[in-house]
């Protein structure tokens, strides 16, 4: 099937040939490594959260290739790219990876040993000089799979991340970071927390830290109800300031959603005035800080909780010098509200006959 027909039933686009998996993986890769490196560029983060949020995208790209890997010769399963404002895989195709790896073992007792099937492509190809069978290249790719993907790399529903020492001239003296996929947006978001701790070693109470954040901050709200409940709920935590990056929709031919620019993007790859692998990326950073404490309970059930000031927000767009000038052109609205001008980043040019 050609790479110009991408089945979109309702929600999800399927994509089902090799050309899909190819043409998809190298464009969130290549997407992503320039998001990162644009991301330190303009300071948007500083040392420390670049660090973490390139580990978080890692994960994710680990997680797409392992998708690619998974579906390439299967002729009976299909991944799906969410449409509705997102552009990435649907959520439960990461679910699908988790549930595989579980059974590894299983599974690759199952398949034909690999130093076999070494043997059987070599015959096929030198004696016989036929290609090989797609069944068998799914076997392959099979054994590539299970034997190769770690679970633990797989950008699951909420990643933990360590507490650490907080940069110098920081809010507080500890951060601890978290990402989630949100279900009803269908995209990652990672979250950074400055806070300080009323106790001698915050190792001894982490593992309630790290309960409260799976459990009441791993999804999209309200940023200041989200700190308020952390804050409620971890009574020797002194939180002073918490950041949240939306990462996405990621605009491309992949993706369907009403969203301004992705139509304008879709209208133009439609008319042919921009290549098929045109994309851009918007991400907002939402922000809230601790403006005083406030002490609530009685004599002997005392607790210090902060005061929230307005919660503050971020958006930018990332995109090359060719489709910038074409959202000035189609949405000036959305590119003169943005924190900055849209940042440039390279183009993708990737050769759709080979």
Request: with cysteine.
């Amino acid at each position: 099937m050609s790479i110009n027909h991408i089945v979109t039933p309702l929600d999800s686009a399927v994509l089902d040939s090799k050309e899909h998996y190819v043409f998809y993986h190298k464009m969130v890769d290549f997407a992503f490594k320039e998001l990162i490196v644009a991301v330190q560029r303009q300071r948007i983060c500083n040392d420390v959260e670049v660090q973490l949020f390139k580990q978080y995208c890692d994960l994710l790209l680990y997680s797409i290739e392992a998708m690619r890997i998974k579906y390439m010769y299967d002729d009976e399963d299909n991944m799906k790219v969410d449409l509705t404002y997102s552009g990435f895989p649907n959520y439960l195709e990461f679910r699908y990876l988790f549930n595989d790896l579980e059974l590894r073992d299983e599974y690759l007792g199952k398949l034909t040993p690999i130093d076999t099937i070494k043997e059987e492509f070599l015959d096929t190809l030198m004696r016989k000089k036929e290609p090989i069978k797609k069944s068998r290249l799914f076997q392959a790719a099979s054994i590539v799979y299970y034997s190769s993907v770690k679970k633990e790399y797989i950008f699951n529903r909420f990643v933990q991340g360590k507490i650490l020492k907080a940069p110098e001239k920081s809010v507080a003296d500890l951060l601890v970071s978290w990402s989630f996929y949100d279900v009803s947006h269908n995209r990652p978001f990672i979250c950074f927390m400055y806070f300080n701790y009323d106790g001698k070693d915050v190792n001894d109470y982490k593992d309630d830290i790290y309960e409260v954040l799976k459990t009441v901050a791993d999804r999209d709200m309200t940023l200041d109800t989200m700190a308020y409940t952390i804050d409620r709920k971890l009574p020797k935590v002194l939180p002073k300031q918490i950041k949240r990056i939306d990462l996405g929709p990621m605009h491309n031919v992949f993706a369907k959603d009403e969203n301004e620019i992705t139509h304008a993007l879709l209208k133009a790859i439609g008319k042919k005035d921009i290549p098929l692998e045109s994309y851009a990326i918007s991400l907002r950073l939402d922000e809230v800080s601790s403006g005083s404490e406030v002490k609530e309970g009685g004599f002997f059930s005392k607790q210090t909780l902060q005061k929230w000031d307005a919660i503050f927000k971020r958006k930018y767009v990332f995109a090359p010098h060719r489709i910038i000038q074409l959202l000035y052109n189609k949405t000036p609205e959305i590119m003169n509200g943005l924190e900055k001008a849209p940042i440039q980043i390279a183009g993708l040019e990737i050769d759709l006959k080979n």
